[in-house]
């Protein structure tokens, strides 16, 4: 089965860097993928990591690590439209359905 | 480019009763998901569709779930009889590519059962 662990909260304030960690198992790996989610919205893809490095998209960046099975995202120059829940997911066999992560609520103060 | 479509946004019913959700997935996305969203908790995957066929309904509680997806285009997933835990956000999500675990996710239809 597939199991993925990343902090439930996380404060941060306005214009900081804030980091968000998720540790996977899963029989037969693909990529680890991020998602958005503000209260009561849709989740929305941020990004996906197939191999090892640092990807980035404006001022978020995703991060893999295949050997330690760990992945990060990290979010730069905070605002306050940041505030959400983000989840980490990884593709399962046989089909690539994705299982997600329980989410971390990211509060952004002023 | 229309994003993915559900209906109700929200419902709300006794336990025991029966409720229908619908969903149109965006053009030309040949997977179609249904996740259950308890509060607090991640998306949690009850059945996948490729085109018009199930791929995984492992964690689907078939004695009160059903869902279909005639001509491998819209789909409606059913729970009958309720019960007080399938309180949650039904959302449908649909992908084009499976290989970038980029899914596209409606807005969900909020189920409450009293």
């Known amino acids: 089965g597939q199991s993925l662990e990343q902090p439930s909260e996380v404060t941060a304030v306005e214009g900081a860097i804030v980091q968000i960690n998720c540790t996977y198992q899963?029989?037969?790996?693909?990529?680890l993928s991020w998602y958005q989610q503000h209260d009561g919205g849709a989740p929305t893809f941020l990004s996906y990591n197939a191999l090892d490095g640092l990807e980035e998209t404006g001022r978020f960046s995703s991060f893999l690590s295949r050997s330690d099975s760990y992945g990060y995202l990290l979010l730069q120059e905070l605002q306050m439209k940041d505030s959400a829940s983000y989840f980490c997911?990884?593709?399962?066999?046989?089909?690539?359905?994705?299982?997600f992560g329980s989410g971390t609520q990211l509060t952004v103060l002023p | 480019e229309a994003g993915v479509a559900q209906s109700p946004r929200y419902k709300i019913i006794e336990k025991r009763q029966s409720v229908a959700f619908w969903c149109n997935p965006i053009s030309g996305h040949a997977t179609l998901y249904w996740y259950q969203q308890i509060l607090g908790q991640g998306p949690k995957l009850l059945i996948q569709f490729q085109n018009n066929g199930v791929v995984d309904d492992s964690q689907l509680p078939k004695d009160r779930f059903s869902a279909e997806r005639l001509k491998g285009v819209d789909s409606t997933l059913k729970i009958q009889p309720a019960k007080l835990e399938d309180s949650a956000v039904y959302l449908c999500a649909s992908s084009l590519f499976q290989l970038t675990g980029e899914l596209f996710f409606g807005e969900g239809s909020r189920l409450t059962v009293l």
């Open positions: 899963t029989s037969g790996f693909y990529g």
């Open positions: 997911a990884v593709p399962s066999r046989p089909a690539r359905q994705l299982t």
